[in-house]
């Protein structure tokens, strides 16, 4: 059973699940939810920008956010646009994070939005003598010092929005018991195997030391994918501030992030089961691909109707 709740300006709340159809919840993570959804005419709210929404279904929590956009056409219902919370994060604005971690500086940049906080996990890793960020999405920037501590420790981190709170977690901790397989509960998907993007067999990272006037060199290679696959070269210049021990860390850490096959799992279409959420770790299993692994969900759409419920995943093998 679908439940749709509005807060209107006033702070009344009403429940318009009887005027609610075709929702659908598209789950991220690294930015915001976003939730449509038509409301057939109705005497009773018609919903205006800023107003909270709700979507449960079968008392599950799947999206509290904002109306952000209104539409519609001579003949057919209007059609409502919510995000989640994490859409406040499109500003663009300046800050400093030096010698802080990833999870203190989201922790910094939920406190000045307004947003509301729920889990926040030690990323651990101090991000040194990070250059500032200057007029840039602060999203982003949450996602660049999540992106710097796994290339530099190998650890996953991400950031969402759960039901209007917002949280990071190490997908460590989010290991979900679902099972999804070819045989029983996945009824279609898209796979592809590439070395074309992001697949790196030798990192080759380059320090000015200013004190002896030179150019220290670092390189991590793989010799055998490299006769496999022909050299596929990351180059990167370090800032002065990072030392050789770190800069021989990172290097090795990048090697074994990208000397690797590039493999995406699209459009999974999952039956019988509403768990499915982005920043979970799922166990798929799909022979023909010869996948029977943990796999990170990063996007998921849920459609709802009040007798139905279908999702459609993506998955990132991490």
Same mark, same amino acid.
């Given at each position: ?30 930015? $915001? ?39 519609? +056409? ?16 499109? $500003? ?84 979900? +018991? ?39 060199? /670092? ?74 692994? /943990? ?24």
């Amino acid at each position: 059973m679908l439940e749709a709740m509005l807060t209107a300006e006033d702070g009344n709340i009403y429940d318009i699940s009887q005027v609610v159809e075709a929702v659908d919840f598209t789950d991220n993570i690294n930015q $915001a939810g976003i939730c449509t959804f038509n409301i057939l005419p109705n005497d009773v709210v018609t919903p205006a920008e800023g107003n909270a929404i709700s979507i449960k279904y079968d008392n599950d929590p799947y999206f509290k956010g904002y109306v952000f956009k209104d539409s519609f +056409s001579n003949r057919d219902p209007a059609k409502i646009t919510a995000y989640d919370q994490l859409r406040y994060l499109k $500003a663009k604005d300046t800050y400093s994070f030096k010698n802080k971690t990833a999870s203190q500086a989201a922790r910094q940049i939920f406190s000045d939005f307004g947003l509301k906080v729920g889990t926040v996990e030690d990323t651990g890793y101090n991000l040194g003598g990070l250059s500032p960020f200057d007029d840039k999405v602060v999203l982003d920037m949450i996602s660049d010092c999540i992106n710097l501590t796994l290339r530099n420790t190998k650890k996953y981190f991400y950031i969402k929005d759960e039901f209007g709170l917002a949280v990071l977690r190490n997908i460590e901790s989010t290991i979900s +018991s679902l099972l999804v397989s070819t045989g029983s509960t996945i009824s279609d998907y898209s796979y592809e195997r590439s070395i074309d993007d992001e697949t790196y067999n030798q990192i080759k990272l380059v320090r000015d030391n200013k004190d002896s006037g030179k150019r220290e060199v /670092y390189i991590s290679k793989d010799s055998s994918t490299i006769r496999k696959w022909g050299l596929l070269q990351y180059y990167e210049k370090l800032d002065d501030s990072v030392n050789p021990e770190q800069a021989k860390a990172k290097s090795d850490a990048l090697l074994g992030l990208k000397n690797k096959v590039q493999q995406k799992l699209t459009g999974v279409e999952v039956l019988g089961d509403k768990t499915v959420r982005a920043g979970y770790m799922v166990f798929v299993e799909i022979p023909r691909a010869g996948i029977k692994k /943990y796999l990170l969900c990063t996007k998921a759409v849920h459609s709802f109707t009040d007798v139905s419920h279908t999702v459609k995943a993506d998955f990132k093998l991490v």
